[in-house]
């Protein structure tokens, strides 16, 4: 069973308010999902989010979490 494109790409659509983010996670951390670090603060910090290197990595990482469910 794989991950179904359509689902992975309605997620990052909600977590990211449909590409415009406005929330604590920025376009700069290219993450779609809105995943954390291992330890965040309980502050809720836009530190406590995962950065990566391109869309192409934040969105890899995405199906990979997703992968694990």
Not at 12 to 41: C, D, Q, R
Not at 47 to 66: K, M, Q, V, Y
Request: charged share 20%; aromatic share 14%.
């Amino acid at each position: 069973m794989g991950i179904r494109p359509d689902l992975m790409l309605a997620q990052e659509m909600f977590e990211t308010g449909w590409g415009h983010f406005g929330g604590l996670v920025t376009p700069e951390h290219h993450n779609v999902a809105g995943m954390k670090i291992a330890y965040p603060s309980e502050a809720d910090l836009p530190e406590d989010f995962e950065w990566f290197n391109s869309w192409s990595e934040g969105i890899r990482a995405h199906a990979n979490h997703l992968a694990t469910y």
